[in-house]
């Protein structure tokens, strides 16, 4: 199982950093990969990582604002999001994969965590 946190309510133009971590196993050969998805709107891919980094996949939308990476040594995947804007307002999920690949398809992915909400406001 996969556990997301960090997230919270943050202003316009500010930062959050989310986690993911695994209990009950260790994803160092998984590919692991945030979704997203806002009130009334589909999920939609955010970054990925392959199991061996820094290699990363990320969407248009946050291409140069957000930075995917990950902690061999503690086990943790990490969503670093900067200049935030009101429209990243949604639920966080990361997922996971047995795969070298990366891959922004969420039905590739077999694990996920229980989402943390991220609120951009002023």
């Known amino acids: 199982q996969l556990q997301a946190s960090g997230g919270g309510l943050e202003q316009p133009g500010g930062s959050l950093r989310l986690s993911c971590t695994a209990s009950g196993f260790s994803f160092d050969d998984y590919s692991i990969a945030w979704f997203r998805q806002a009130p009334g709107k589909e999920r939609e891919p955010v970054a990925a990582?392959?199991?061996?980094?820094?290699?990363?996949l990320y969407a248009d939308s946050v291409k140069g604002r957000f930075t995917i990476s990950r902690d061999i040594r503690s086990g943790s995947v990490y969503l670093q999001m900067n200049s935030l804007k009101s429209e990243d307002t949604a639920v966080y999920y990361c997922?996971?994969?047995?795969?070298?690949?990366?891959?922004?398809?969420?039905?590739?992915?077999?694990?996920w965590g229980q989402g943390t909400l991220v609120t951009v406001s002023s």
């Open positions: 997922a996971g994969r047995r795969s070298a690949a990366i891959s922004m398809n969420a039905a590739t992915y077999n694990y």
């Open positions: 990582i392959g199991w061996g980094g820094p290699t990363a």
